[in-house]
């Protein structure tokens, strides 16, 4: 059997602490370093970690 190289890779972030948000990021980094298409879909709650009018409130 051969192997196929994973080629691509969806990770959903779905809250708006960094506790939810750092291992969607980590897992995005070590896939581009791998040589992997990363696509990260933040849910509504997930988008309050980038949304810049609301990085004072960030829990960690």
């Not at 992997?36 to 997930?46: C, D, H, Q, R, S």
Request: net charge positive; no cysteine; proline share 2%.
């Amino acid at each position: 059997m051969s192997e196929e190289k994973i080629k691509k890779v969806s990770i959903i972030i779905s809250h708006g602490s960094l506790d939810g948000v750092y291992p969607g990021l980590i897992m995005a980094n070590g896939a581009r370093m791998e040589g992997i298409e990363a696509n990260l879909f933040f849910t509504f709650f997930g988008l309050e970690a980038i949304l810049k009018k609301r990085m004072d409130s960030l829990k960690v």
